[in-house]
C-alpha cells in the first residue's frame, strides 16, 4: 500500500515495531491517497498475516485506544487530502 520512495524503509521500521511485546497495535497511514492499514494482535499475542486495509469513507477501528474514526475525516484533519 504504501507508495512512498522510502516505503522499504517504513516497512523495515514496522517489521522491527512488531517484535515489541507491549505494543497491541500498528496504524500505518497512506501520504499519497487515503489508505490505512491496520495489524492488531489476536488473543494469543500473534500478528496477522495480512493486515486489515481501508480507504475512503470507510473506518478504522483502533481496540487498544477504543476509538473509531472517518478515514476521510481523519485525512482531512491531518491535512493529507
Do not use: F, H, K
Request: charged fraction near 20%; hydrophobic fraction near 45%; proline fraction near 7%.
Amino acid at each position: 500500500m504504501l507508495s512512498s520512495p522510502n516505503a522499504r524503509e517504513i516497512r523495515e521500521a514496522i517489521r522491527a515495531m512488531l517484535s515489541i511485546p507491549s505494543l497491541p497495535e500498528v496504524l500505518v497511514l497512506g501520504t499519497q491517497l487515503i489508505t490505512a492499514e491496520i495489524l492488531t494482535r489476536d488473543t494469543v499475542g500473534n500478528w496477522p498475516a495480512e493486515p486489515l486495509v481501508r480507504g475512503p469513507g470507510e473506518t478504522v477501528s483502533l481496540e487498544s485506544l477504543g476509538v473509531a474514526v472517518d478515514m476521510t475525516a481523519l485525512y482531512a484533519r491531518l491535512g493529507l487530502r
